[in-house]
């Protein structure tokens, strides 16, 4: 390694004109630190079942299996079948199957038989649907009954309902039942003390939840619980599955607002000065269309030009101003951090991977299409 390489910020690429712009980049080695330090926090490798919703990648499954991590949850089922394509030993879908999505989880089981699969349920309609379904084709489908702890999304309150409910669902033909799923999404307080205590009220009434159904003999061997911000909290059970997701790549949304999760910042975009339209002023070819824009801005942050404000946002278009502007030229890259990482990697078929500050090839990003094969 050259002076120069060793002076050279850890995200900037030698050789440039490899990549197309806008383009989603990611530092392989950061992919695999990020990996590590989920591991370490979680202590047990076979408690940690990450979520894929936010690489959609074969890729960075192949890294994770290499890691030790044989447990995933996902989103869509093009996301389920590219975990067992990869080689997973168990998915999660975390989602209750309705229309279509029946069939094709039941597909998805009998085309990949050394992959456990299990899905979300927290109504008695779809889980007779899918215990006709999985009845008629004479398989098992493993079950989460999906609760509500508080984010009033999906779910069903941990109360004599979600009682009543497991029940029913435990006497339905072709339906295992494997235990509870709690995703506590509402809480995102940046304030560590706070988000605990957050996160502990939500938990309790789960747990109290899981006791009582053990009580009545009802099978609960399992409980899959909270995301990324509560991930440390639910580590600490020892007796839960934890599913941090956006950790992998980071972004500076969660970066700036949980200072307290030691991250690294693994995946950027890569963009292009296009105009100079006037004075401190630059367009670049990050539309919407290259970074998630669900949030208002800013949503970029750009490593090699801080402090610049976003103009205006356009399909193929972003005009940022900055006191520095002037010094780019048109031509001249930026690497921006997402606000937003999981959106921003579904725009994007694939991804530049870096190494050592050069392009060492593609990754693709698998999932981001609603079909692959079934």
Not at 95 to 115: A, H
Not at 124 to 149: N, W
């Amino acid at each position: 390694m050259n002076a120069a390489s060793l002076q050279r910020p850890w995200y900037e690429v030698e050789n440039l004109d490899r990549i197309e712009s806008p383009a989603l980049l990611v530092y392989s080695d950061r992919v695999d630190e990020n990996i590590h330090r989920m591991i370490a926090i979680v202590g047990d490798v076979a408690r940690l079942r990450p979520h894929a919703k936010t690489h959609k990648s074969s890729a960075v499954t192949a890294r994770y299996l290499a890691a030790g991590v044989n447990k995933f949850k996902a989103a869509t089922i093009a996301e389920v079948e590219m975990l067992a394509q990869s080689g997973a030993a168990d998915v999660l879908f975390a989602y209750q199957p309705v229309g279509p999505n029946i069939r094709r989880l039941i597909d998805l089981i009998e085309t990949f038989p050394k992959t456990a699969f299990s899905c979300l349920l927290d109504n008695i309609g779809p889980a007779g649907r899918l215990s006709v379904e999985a009845t008629r084709r004479k398989v098992d489908v493993g079950v989460f009954l999906d609760i509500d702890c508080g984010q009033h999304r999906t779910g069903i309150a941990p109360d004599e309902n979600a009682v009543s409910l497991y029940r029913q669902i435990s006497s339905l033909p072709g339906l295992k039942p494997l235990g509870l799923h709690a995703y506590d999404g509402h809480i995102h307080v940046g304030d560590l003390a706070v988000r605990k205590e957050q996160c502990e009220m939500a938990f309790a009434r789960v747990a109290k939840l899981c006791e009582e159904l053990r009580g009545l003999g009802l099978p609960v061997n399992t409980i899959v619980a909270g995301g990324t911000p509560t991930f440390p909290f639910h580590a600490q059970r020892g007796d839960v599955e934890c599913s941090p997701g956006t950790c992998v790549f980071w972004d500076f949304g969660y970066s700036t607002t949980f200072p307290d999760l030691e991250f690294l910042v693994a995946a950027l975009v890569l963009t292009r000065v296009v105009s100079k339209p006037s004075r401190g002023r630059l367009c670049l070819d990050l539309g919407h269309k290259a970074i998630a824009s669900e949030n208002p801005p800013p949503r970029v942050e750009f490593l090699n030009l801080p402090n610049a404000r976003a103009i205006s946002h356009s399909e193929e278009h972003l005009v940022i101003e900055a006191e520095t502007a002037d010094e780019f030229k048109i031509g001249d890259c930026l690497y921006g951090v997402p606000r937003h990482i999981c959106p921003t990697v579904a725009l994007h078929a694939q991804a530049i991977v870096i190494q050592s500050g050069l392009v060492s090839g593609e990754w693709a990003i698998d999932a981001r299409d609603r079909h692959l094969t079934i």
